[in-house]
């Protein structure tokens, strides 16, 4: 199954802004405390959906349930700007909303941008239910990038050695703060 770029890019920010709720500072579970705060918050949160719409599509985090898979595979491969972008008005009558969702939906709906991002956030609660692999790999591999139904992990085949920068990036600045780096405690 395909992925656009564009939803190989904002799901890993999605289900990192989900495993954020997960838990309080403590380490205790804290989803549905948080998720019911986010969903208290809706009508601030809604500016945010043009240039945050993974901040706020958690509200909708298990509000739906996909009665066509096959459209959902089209989305899932469109691109937001693109002709073959699916409208809320054919989605909608694709999908189930729980209750308790109706109100967010109808309030979205109502907000400028709102039906794109509800497509949006159907798409993403459709890949984290699904589950899958996923990179932000230039669009030139958008055909290697697929959803596998098994696994919900971020899949990097290369990392093109970033982590082991990364890893020299931060030693290098923990250095400049004052710390010592784990190499030199452990001389």
């Not at 309080?24 to 918050?41: H, I, M, V």
């Not at 409208?87 to 979205?108: E, F, G, K, M, V």
């Not at 055909?143 to 093109?160: F, K, L, M, P, W």
């Amino acid at each position: 199954m395909n992925i656009s770029p564009f939803f190989a890019e904002l799901m890993p920010v999605y289900d990192a802004e989900l495993d954020d709720l997960m838990t309080d500072s403590e380490g205790r579970p804290a989803l549905k405390k948080r998720l019911n705060e986010k969903r208290q918050q809706f009508a601030h949160l809604l500016p945010m959906i043009e240039f945050s719409p993974e901040m706020v599509a958690v509200v909708f985090y298990n509000a739906f349930s996909f009665t066509s898979p096959a459209m959902m595979k089209a989305l899932i491969a469109s691109e937001p700007d693109g002709d073959d972008f699916i409208s809320w008005d054919q989605l909608q009558d694709n999908l189930n909303i729980a209750d308790w969702a109706q109100q967010y939906t109808a309030a979205a709906v109502a907000a400028d941008g709102g039906e794109q991002f509800l497509v949006i956030a159907a798409a993403l609660e459709y890949l984290r239910i699904k589950g899958g692999h996923y990179s932000s790999a230039p669009e030139s591999h958008a055909e290697s990038e697929s959803i596998d139904d098994d696994h919900d992990v971020y899949n990097s085949d290369d990392d093109g050695g970033q982590m082991g920068d990364l890893d020299a990036s931060g030693a290098s600045w923990l250095s400049e703060q004052g710390f010592e780096s784990h190499e030199s405690e452990s001389k």
